[in-house]
């Protein structure tokens, strides 16, 4: 959906297209993330599923205390990979988070405000939003303003009508006429 879209179907009023537009871009954003966490999450599922795979080819040509052993340290690995896979969507949660609470704040460069916050500070709660952000934010728009947008709307610049000659004016004609001058 584009603004475009949304024009041709007959929607003028500038804010409620805005409106429109922010809504289907949160929804899509939320599709996204939760595509790109599944995608993940999947991924570390495959390489435990070859991993496994593997540990088995190599227990059928061991004996008791070598199957055990290596049981072990398979389990190991196995919880490891774990850890590592919910780091891993953890962290891509918190970066959505965070990218949907910059852009809900009008930061025109994402990048450029993320340099500026301390991470340290920031914690993703369980309802997804992210603590000590509110505040960081504030001095930051404070200190930097130019990184977000402003609420103020940009005027317009209105251009004239549709230019008219006078030439053939009938008033300046009879005007020319009067005066002797001869008639375009």
Do not use: C
């Not at 891509?92 to 500026?116: I, P, Q």
């Not at 916050?117 to 728009?141: F, V």
């Not at 940009?154 to 230019?163: A, F, H, L, N």
């Amino acid at each position: 959906m584009k603004k475009e879209d949304l024009t041709k179907l007959g929607l003028t009023d500038e804010a409620l297209i805005e409106q429109i537009i922010v809504l289907h871009g949160k929804d899509i954003e939320k599709h996204k993330t939760s595509l790109t966490a599944a995608q993940t999450e999947l991924d570390g599922v495959k390489a435990q599923l070859t991993e496994a795979n593997k540990a088995i080819e190599g227990f059928k040509a061991m004996d008791v205390e070598g199957v055990k052993k290596a049981a072990d340290e398979w389990k190991t690995k196995a919880e490891t990979a774990q850890a590592e896979a919910a780091s891993q969507v953890a962290a891509l949660k918190f970066e959505h988070a965070l990218d949907g609470a910059l852009t809900g704040a009008k930061a025109k460069n994402a990048k450029a405000v993320k340099a500026l916050l301390d991470p340290s500070l920031l914690k993703l709660a369980e309802d997804g939003s992210i603590s000590g952000l509110k505040e960081q934010l504030e001095k930051i728009q404070t200190e930097n303003d130019y990184l977000f947008e402003s609420d103020q709307q940009t005027p317009k610049i209105v251009v004239g009508g549709q230019p008219k000659t006078v030439i053939n004016d009938a008033v300046v004609i009879a005007a020319r006429k009067a005066a002797g001058l001869p008639v375009e």
